[in-house]
């Protein structure tokens, strides 16, 4: 009887050994999916990339994504709280799917996950995780705030003056997500405040460069383009550099001024 035991005690170990090793090899059509980058880290407003790569031999299916914030579905996301797409074949049971998504301002420091699930035309599938970080953008930091104008140094001249005129220190300014802009001149307005129209502002993709532009409410024909330099950015000062030609009064074509800002009250 004990040997009797023993015998198929061994039987079974043989059994669940074969059944193990059968389970390690998976199954040779099973889907494979390898996506590129990732883990992605970008500021907001910018448009993030990533190249998800499959292989299928039982050919074309159906690749399905959703998104998550925080671990907790985004219903929103692709408008119904996923999305579908069509991989674009390479050949040789071999496809290709490129993903694009702009980073949401919302979702800054947020733990954001978009989800990969592709199902081949048996029913066999697989699945891939990216991972997506937002910080502030310089665009998002600047339009997130009125700026009230603190100072505008004359820097070329020695010694350097400040330049700002009582009428500019109620100036709040106005920098839109929109891309479009405004000045609120306030109680104190100069002499030729109004007769400007603001129409659209811009930051540069490394955020050294603000760039804006104004037409002359007279002559809409009439534009201005006004180049800065950023030489702060914060949620607490923002410093632009402007190179300005004053040769009509006898001085050089690069003459500095530095205008200063900080968050209105």
Known sequence: MRLYSFLFAICLFGISTFT????????????????SPDKVTGKSGRTIEATLSIHAPNGAGKLTMYKTVNLQKDNSFGGTGTLTAEPVSLGDDNF???????????????LVGVNFRFEDSKGLA?????????????????????????????????PAVEDMKDCEKDNI???????????????????????????????SEDEKTLTQVYSSLFDPSNRTTETFTVRALSSERLV???????????????????????PAP
Not at 20 to 35: A, F, H, R, Y
Not at 185 to 194: I, R, V
């Open 173 to 203: 300014f106005i920098w839109r997500s929109d891309s479009t802009y405004t000045v609120n001149f306030g109680s104190n307005a100069c002499t030729f405040d109004g007769f400007n129209v603001f129409e659209r502002w811009e930051l």
């Open 20 to 35: 193990s090793c059968e389970k390690d090899k998976g199954n040779p059509n099973q889907p494979v999916l390898q996506l």
């Open 96 to 110: 290709e799917y490129h993903f694009t998504y702009q980073l949401q301002d919302d979702e800054v420091d947020q």
């Open 126 to 158: 697989a699945e891939k995780d990216l991972t997506v970080y937002t910080t502030t953008s310089g665009q998002q930091t600047i339009y997130s705030r009125r700026w009230v104008l603190k100072s505008r140094m004359w820097t070329s001249v020695s």
């Open 240 to 262: 632009l550099e402007q190179l300005i030609d004053l040769t009509i009064f006898g001085l050089t074509d690069k003459e500095v001024f530095i205008s200063t800002f900080e």
